[in-house]
C-alpha cells in the first residue's frame, strides 16, 4: 500500500523547479497559476536565489506548485493515503481531491501572506533538534519558552520560538541531543506567534468549497484520518498556529499497513524520517524528472498489491 506525501517550508532550493517546467505542458500550466495568484513562480523556481525563496510568501505557494506539478506526472495514482507536513498539508488536500489545484495555490498564497505578515512582528525562528529523548527535550524546551512545533519522530523535533529563545537554546541543549540546526525559514510557525495568521486564512477558507477526500487524508494535527472536506479545511486552517505531529502521522502509516512511501517534489526530507522510522516500508523523493521511472515501479508493485 502506497502512501504520497508532500514536504514543507524549507524543502525548496534555488532552481528546483527548472527540470520539472521541461515535461510536456508543465510550463504552461505553472505560468497559468503564477498568473491566478499574482505570483512569478516560473522565476522563483528557476532563477530565484536562495534568500528570495525563503521569503515566507514566495516559499509556500512554490512548494505546493511543485508538488501538484511533480504528483501530475506519475499519472493516474490511487495511493492509500496522502498526508503532508505543515503547507504539504495543502499539497495533499490537492492530491485528495479536497481543493481543485488552482483552489489550492490561491489558498496558499494567502497563507504565506499571512504568515509572512504574522512573523513580521516578532524576530522568531525555527531549529532542529538531533536526538535526544522526546519527553526529555519538550520538558528543556518548554523551560526555555520554546514551542515544540514539529515532532517529527525519528529523533527530530524542531523548537520555535524568539532569536533570543533560540541562541538560549544552542547553548543548552536538552540531554542526549547530538546537534541544534537553525533552520532556513522566516518565522516561528505552528506557534502563538502565528496566531494573527489564523483570522486571516480563516477568512480565505470560507469562500471555498471543499469535496470529501477521494483518498484517506491523513491530518498532521493528530495522525488522525479525516474524511470530511470541511473539516480538512477546518484543519489546514488551525495547523498555522499548532504543532505538525509527524510523529503520529508515520504511525498512522504504519496502522494501516504503508509498504512504500513516495514524497513529491522537492522530496528528501519526509523519506529521511521514514526511513528512520518505517523500517521495512520502501521510501522514494521525487527530486527530478530522472525519478519518475523509477517512482512509476514502486507505485505498480505497491498500488493495490
Known amino acids: 500500500m502506497l502512501v504520497l506525501v508532500a514536504p514543507g517550508q524549507g524543502a525548496q532550493t534555488p532552481g528546483f523547479l527548472t527540470p520539472w517546467l521541461e515535461l510536456p505542458g508543465a510550463a504552461d500550466r505553472v505560468a497559468a497559476w503564477s498568473d491566478a495568484i499574482g505570483l512569478d513562480l516560473v522565476h522563483y523556481g528557476t532563477q530565484a536565489d536562495a534568500d528570495a525563496i525563503r521569503d515566507t510568501a514566495v516559499a509556500q505557494p512554490l512548494l505546493v506548485a511543485a508538488g501538484i506539478l511533480s504528483a501530475a506526472a506519475l499519472g ?98 536538552p540531554e542526549g541531543v547530538r546537534k541544534v540546526v537553525p533552520l532556513k525559514v522566516a518565522g516561528a510557525f505552528h506557534t502563538h506567534h502565528m496566531a494573527p495568521a489564523v483570522e486571516a486564512l480563516a477568512k480565505a477558507a470560507a469562500e471555498l468549497e471543499p469535496a470529501d477526500p477521494k483518498v484517506p487524508y491523513v491530518s498532521n494535527k493528530d495522525g488522525r484520518t479525516v474524511t470530511g472536506g470541511s473539516e480538512v479545511l477546518e484543519r489546514l486552517v488551525g495547523q498555522v498556529a499548532n504543532p505538525v505531529r509527524w510523529d503520529l502521522c508515520m504511525e498512522t502509516f504504519k496502522e494501516i499497513g504503508a509498504t512504500a512511501l513516495i514524497e513529491v517534489c522537492p522530496g528528501g526530507t519526509l523519506t529521511g524520517l521514514a526511513k528512520r522510522a518505517l523500517p521495512g516500508v520502501k521510501t522514494l523523493a521525487l527530486k527530478t524528472p530522472d525519478d519518475l521511472d523509477a517512482a512509476r515501479e514502486l507505485i505498480a508493485e505497491h498500488v493495490n498489491a
Open 76 to 173: 493516474d495514482v490511487h495511493p492509500g493515503a496522502v498526508a503532508g507536513h505543515s503547507v504539504g498539508e495543502i499539497t495533499a488536500a490537492a492530491f485528495a481531491g479536497v481543493l481543485a489545484d488552482t483552489a489550492a495555490l490561491r489558498l496558499v498564497r494567502r497563507r504565506g501572506l499571512a504568515m509572512a505578515d504574522a512573523a513580521a512582528i516578532t524576530e522568531t525562528g525555527m531549529s532542529a533538534l538531533l536526538g535526544g529523548d522526546p519527553d526529555t527535550s519538550v520538558a528543556h524546551l518548554e523551560k526555555l519558552g520554546l514551542t515544540p512545533a514539529n515532532i517529527n519522530g525519528a529523533g527530530q523535533i524542531v523548537a520555535a520560538g524568539t532569536l533570543e529563545q533560540l541562541a538560549a537554546l544552542a547553548e543548552d541543549k
